[in-house]
């Protein structure tokens, strides 16, 4: 309850490091934040995701996901992100990877906000 009023979403993103290829499961908050419709597949979430990322940033991404290891660790990405009707945004997902799979895929659970002109790097 508290995520939702401070317009945090939650969501699961599973890469397989073999195909290169994703899924992302989102909750309300993270489909009102991305502008993601319910008629779409976990995998077409994740590329309509990804393909809106700034290019600089998608790259970043794309690497941190095919060199993670099962390890489990936490980490945080900032990104600018072309929101279909505001525009581009700051968003910031934090989460932590798990359960690396046999068939190549990894697990990062977390959460994403969009970042306002208040919020510091430090926070």
């Known amino acids: 309850a508290i995520l939702s ?12 490091q073999n195909d290169n290829s994703g899924k992302i499961y989102c909750d309300d908050i993270s489909r009102q934040l991305f502008a993601i419709g319910t008629d779409l597949s976990p995998a077409q979430c994740f590329d309509y995701v990804m393909n809106r990322m700034d290019e600089k940033d998608l790259s970043y991404a794309l690497e941190l996901l095919r060199t993670a290891n099962d ?7 900032e990104f600018t992100w072309d929101h279909p009707t505001a525009g581009n945004m700051q ?3 934090t989460g932590k990877f ?4 046999a068939d190549g895929s990894l697990v990062f659970e977390g959460f994403v906000h969009a970042r306002s002109s208040q919020d510091t790097l430090d926070d």
């Open 5 to 16: 009023k401070i317009g945090t979403g939650v969501w699961t993103l599973q890469y397989n």
């Open 98 to 101: 798990s359960k690396g799979n």
């Open 71 to 77: 390890a489990e660790h936490v980490e945080q990405l």
């Open 91 to 93: 968003m910031r997902i």
